[in-house]
């Protein structure tokens, strides 16, 4: 399956610092689960709105940084193609039920 590049492309992760890389990937690890199945209630576009990094002052994030994150945590995508990719992440996942 072909990665999309361009705007949103996951190649934008590796262009982040280290740091903030380890921060998004520890983010992912803490408040997202895997499973089998794909979940299209959510996709990177949403999911990336709902990251807050306690320790640091910058929590935003770019969708392709956010994707490319995701690749590299081992996540799979639906159809990577679309500009909003759609993952295989429980519902159960905590970032979902997070009080803001």
């Known amino acids: 399956m072909a990665m999309r590049f361009g705007p949103d492309s996951p190649e934008e992760f590796k262009q982040l610092p280290m740091e903030r890389q380890a921060a998004l990937l520890d983010w992912i690890e803490f408040n997202l689960i895997p499973i089998q199945s794909y979940n299209e209630k959510h996709t990177s576009y949403g999911i990336k709105h709902l990251i807050h990094l ?6 935003y994030f770019t969708n392709g940084e956010f994707k490319g994150a995701m690749l590299e945590a081992g996540y799979r995508v ?10 295989n992440v429980s519902e159960k996942s905590p970032a979902f039920h997070a009080k803001p």
């Open 54 to 59: 306690e320790e640091h002052e910058n929590s």
């Open 78 to 87: 639906k159809n990577m193609n679309s500009q909003n990719w759609i993952f």
